[in-house]
């Protein structure tokens, strides 16, 4: 088999396929050009190609893109906060968004403004200062989305700021475009563009550039086929689209790269969807003029059953580099060929120019979920270093002749169920990292997990799989067999990590798998939230913790700093914690010598006493596997949830009132549609038997808070 590297290579050279990158290169200085600012001041707030572009060193005291400039290493240089005065930083101002979700967003601060995005797509912008609100915009997002979730209920990363407009996406698909200064609606596409319903989803932030705006999606496991979308930043209208997957190819394919896709797949991949959903690092790089991307996992995840007689499976899990302004393909780097395990490659990529044997390299860096931290050539996508960042036995190392993970043949769970490391959810995932470029040091939120993967028993049996049009279809049975060895411990990290040896600078454990992206800045510090409450500043040289402040929310989000009239802030946005009172979303912001107090008090709830369990052992385990194929999305893995209702806390009225939430969809109006067509009133009953049983266990053994997989 061909090398991905060398293929890609191939492709770059076939000029009806793709440009050449070295065409593509182009001086910074050319790159976005205001034709509507050229001679004359920019108007307050007004964002280009060209202001982002400078804006590293012009104006650290502004955070205008997605990972602070389109490099997204997601480091400042100011120093105000720094080592030494970290110890007296201290809340400046609240703001209370009354929503019981998670908040994943990064905001954009430019000109004194801050703006950012709820779980429920709603927008805001605010005086960064003092937090009061200028405007807020609600795309009245259909709360019946919330069922395609496949990670835990509503979600948005935040918006992109382009040239007087603010862009973002919705959970239920759609691109907004508003008027910066007043918030009002400029144009709202369907980013769908199908005749009938279709479960797609968005949580990811859009970028902007070349007069384009470029957005994926999300929901893979709905039978989906993955796509980057590019559209006309005035008008809102579809540009182009690259499709991550082939469809039918009966019908001609869509663009010519999908010719040569095709041919890594096998069956009937089509009418399972393939999965490849784009849904979170977009990234341009100004350099080459190139867009970059990461590319989803395999859906159904078994590549047994989505694509018998083997195959690649082109393009999912890795990194494609496409021309922003044709969407054609330049180079693709695949991290996980034939996908099988929901190894996607979606996780934040970061830009920067490395020394690599002697050379100076313009690279991307990337921890993808399979576990192995890549540096790979922008400019071609040429492998330089994959290491291990975390536990893994899927793979046993990476071979550098030809880019390809060299798969562990006795962690085969074609048909033996096994524990595989990492887990699902990804030894990293979107999550950001941050990059300090002096020190070369990458730090990296990291989930040390296992997950339980066997094929379904159905499909044992019969070699027929289907999709399920009211769930999930991942084609995998994750409950551990009764005689499966111990689950590994589950652990959460921060590492800083040296890219090109794959050497732990320093490791710091955290409370809780899964913990908040990270933000570095030049006064030798590195930031990070946790699921547990806590915001903590590492030393960014030892990892030792300078500094604390308890939440009393979860925080997966990243920080940002910013600073206006001389005065440096951090401010990050905070969601609804585990077993905590009153914890709705908030963006909570900090500064020096600051000592302010949250509007409210929020205490520790403690989980109320169930119902008597009336349910046997046999249907405890029956109710298990409906609530891991019906709630687990939502509601958590063994019934933990932080960022949704976590159901072990019913109070005895939302028991009596089960059936009708669950079957009735009496709470449609907050997102809890009607599953009457997913399970029976028996089956509804023996879920709730199920969370009967974990909320006794929980009494009895109180469980770590956990955030949900994202």
Known sequence: MKSLRLWARAL??????????????????????????????????????????????????????????YDELRFSTLTQINRDTVGILGLAWVKNLDIPHRLQ?????????????????????????TGEQIWRFDPETDRGSARYSCCGGPANRGVAAYKGKIYFATFDARLVALDQATGEKIWDVDTTHYPTHNPYTITGAPRAVHGKVFIGQSSSEFGLRGHLSAYDAETGELAWRF????????????????????????????????????????????????????????????RKIRSPGGGDNLFLGGVMSVNPNTGRMNWFFQMTPADNWDFNACQDIALLDMEIDGKVRSVLLQGPKNGFFYVLDRENGELLRANPYVRLNWATHIDMATGRPVENPEMAYDEKAQWVLPSNAGGHSWQAMAVDPDRGIAYLPVQDMAAWYGLPQSFLDTGEYELDPNRMSLGVDMRPAEDAPPRPENRGYLKALDPLTGEEVWSVERATPYNGGTLATSGGLVFQGDAAGQLTAYDADDGSVLWEYETRGNTPASPITYAIDG????????????????????????????????????????????????????????????????????????????????????????????????????????????????????????????????????????????????
Request: aromatic share 8%; net charge negative.
């Open 105 to 129: 967003a990064t905001p954009l601060v430019i000109d004194g403004v801050m703006y950012f995005t709820d779980a429920w797509s709603v927008a805001y912008a605010v005086d960064a200062q």
């Open 243 to 302: 499709f991550t997957v082939p469809g039918n190819p009966s019908k001609p394919f869509e663009h010519p790269e999908l010719d040569e896709a095709a041919k890594t797949w096998g069956g009937e991949w089509w009418k399972l969807g393939g999965g490849g959903t784009v849904w979170h690092a977009i990234v341009y790089d100004a350099k080459f003029d190139q867009l970059l991307f990461g590319t989803g996992n395999g859906a159904p995840w078994p």
């Open 567 to 710: 005065e440096q802030y951090l401010a990050v946005l905070v969601g609804r914690a585990w077993r905590r009172e009153e914890s709705d979303g908030r963006l909570m912001v900090f500064k020096l010598g600051a000592q302010g107090e949250t509007t409210r008090e929020l205490g520790d709830a403690e989980m109320p006493e169930p119902p008597p369990l009336t349910a046997g052992e046999e249907d405890i385990a029956r109710g298990e596997v409906l609530y891991n194929r019906t709630c687990v999305g939502c509601h958590g893995i063994d019934a933990v949830a932080t960022i949704n209702a976590d159901l072990r806390m019913m109070s005895r009225d939302t028991h009596d009132r089960f059936q009708d939430i669950v079957r009735g969809g009496v709470l449609a109006d907050k997102g809890m549609l009607s599953f009457a067509a997913a399970v029976t009133e028996h089956e509804t009953e023996l879920i709730r038997q199920y969370v009967i049983a974990q909320a006794l266990k929980a009494r009895a053994e109180p469980t770590p808070t956990q955030d949900a997989a994202p």
């Open 12 to 69: 770059v050279l076939l000029p009806a396929i793709a440009f050449t990158v070295t065409a593509c290169i182009k001086d910074a200085a050319d790159i976005g050009t205001s034709t509507e600012t050229a001679g004359e001041a920019r108007p307050s707030g007004w964002v280009d190609e060209a202001r982002v572009i400078a804006a590293g060193e012009a104006e650290p005291e502004s955070w205008l893109a997605h990972g602070q400039t």
